[in-house]
């Protein structure tokens, strides 16, 4: 088959100059906080840092990045919110996926407004540590203020929700290192190479998040991580030129998670106004503020 002039460039030079020429359609795909230009420079700094990246096809790398996008997640590998991770498909082709990190689940749960904090860290051996479930749940974690605190022996994840009630999850070593076994992203480029307690984190919010009322961008990520660490194809292929119709659809689909958002701030401000009527005379009904990221939002239907 022959190739095109632009097949013929490298892979980085082809996803820069896609990625320029469709600047418009990622700008509405993007959350605020992230323009353009930053997302560019940030995943041609993961094809330098990650070389198997050059090999990988460039729909899918395209495809990832639209991914990130749409969740407003930077993959730069670094910070922990994403990786583009190379994986080898059935063809024996190089594909990239987007992978949220621990920090990308922590940024999507404060988002999502249904939580008042989220918790998370690695317990180690030298750690106090006890934690107990039931009738009267508990979980303590005192880690020592000086020496080396060991190896790594469990994870764990704690929310406090918004009607203050408290959920949390404990994966022992065993556990974690049996989900890390079953996932496809263990190469030496792999971020539980690389980023073991890390992932670890992960691992115990994706858990503890089975068991929240979350958002629907965060459902959406946790299911393509597992999708993709079970090997199942997540979605469309984006045509090698255009990069329109998948940014469009990016963009609508965080127009529904933000509509969904705001009518259920909705929701929650008609109750606490319902229930500020019952307040006695002289008492200040204390109101519940939003996350940053909440009261920074764009209105449903803007760009980003």
Request: glycine share 6%; aromatic share 4%.
């Amino acid at each position: 088959m022959t190739q095109t002039k632009d097949q013929q460039l490298p892979v980085r030079r082809q996803v820069q100059d896609l990625l320029e020429a469709n600047k418009r359609s990622l700008e509405q795909a993007l959350p605020r906080h992230i323009t353009p230009d930053r997302m560019i420079r940030v995943v041609l700094t993961a094809l330098t840092c990650t070389p198997l990246l050059s090999k990988c096809t460039v729909p899918s790398i395209l495809r990832a990045v639209v991914e990130c996008s749409q969740l407003g997640l930077e993959p730069d590998g670094i910070l922990g919110y994403a990786y583009l991770i190379p994986f080898r498909n059935k063809r024996g082709e190089y594909e990239a996926k987007m992978i949220p990190g621990y920090k990308g689940y922590l940024s999507l749960a404060r988002r999502s407004g249904q939580l008042r904090s989220l918790d998370v860290d690695v317990v180690r051996e030298k750690d106090h540590f006890e934690h107990c479930k039931g009738t009267d749940p508990k979980l303590v974690h005192i880690p020592p203020l000086t020496g080396d605190r060991g190896e790594i022996i469990a994870a764990y994840a704690c929310a406090r929700l918004a009607d203050q009630g408290v959920q949390f999850e404990v994966l022992n070593l065993e556990q974690i290192n049996k989900i890390k076994a079953s996932s496809r992203a263990t190469g030496d480029d792999s971020p539980w190479a690389s980023h073991f307690e890390a992932m670890a984190k992960k691992t115990a919010i994706r858990q503890l998040a089975k068991y929240l009322p979350l958002s629907p961008e965060f459902q959406r990520a946790a299911a393509r991580d597992e999708y993709i660490e079970a090997g199942i194809d997540t979605g469309d292929v984006v045509a090698d030129g255009d990069l329109s119709d998948l940014m469009a659809a990016a963009t609508d689909a965080r127009k529904e998670d933000l509509k969904a958002k705001y009518a259920d701030q909705d929701k929650r401000k008609g109750k606490r106004q319902s229930q500020a009527g019952d307040v006695h005379e002289g008492q200040v009904e204390s109101e519940t503020p939003l996350p940053p990221d909440d009261r920074e939002a764009p209105e449903p239907g803007s760009a980003g």
